[in-house]
């Protein structure tokens, strides 16, 4: 089983910037896909931005495109998001998920049920 933590989040100002980032643990890690979602209160889980191992595509929200970037760091099994240009809208509740299924990395990499694990979750809020 693998673990997620996320973390990063806080309190930002609008136009400002954070980095999430998301550590896994656990057995020999596989993945092949690691994506970002994010709940708002009172709304569904949507999808940020996904990463898929096997040929290094990204994938955004049309809401984040240009303003946020995924990437990666093998050595230390650890995705980051970075967030700039930070809206109001962006507040909500940030999580890290991944998959060892390459059907579901392709198939479903921007779909929450594309995902296996997940991760606590960590607090994003964006003031204006």
């Known amino acids: 089983q693998v673990q997620l933590v996320e973390s990063g989040g806080g309190l930002v100002q609008a136009g400002g910037s954070l980095r999430l980032s998301c550590a896994a643990s656990g057995h020999t890690f596989s993945p092949s896909a690691m994506g970002w979602f994010r709940q708002a209160p009172e709304k569904q889980r949507e999808f940020v931005a996904a990463?898929?191992?096997?040929?290094?595509?990204?994938y955004y929200a049309d809401s984040v495109k240009g303003r946020f970037t995924i990437s990666r760091d093998n050595a230390k099994n650890t995705v980051y998001l970075q967030m700039n240009s930070l809206t109001p809208e962006d507040t909500a509740v940030y999580y890290c998920?991944?998959?060892?299924?390459?059907?579901?990395?392709?198939?479903?990499?921007?779909?929450?049920?594309?995902?296996?694990?997940w991760g606590q979750g960590t607090q994003v809020t964006v003031s204006s």
């Open positions: 990463f898929r191992w096997v040929d290094a595509s990204t």
């Open positions: 998920a991944t998959t060892e299924s390459r059907w579901k990395a392709t198939i479903q990499v921007m779909d929450v049920m594309g995902y296996d694990s």
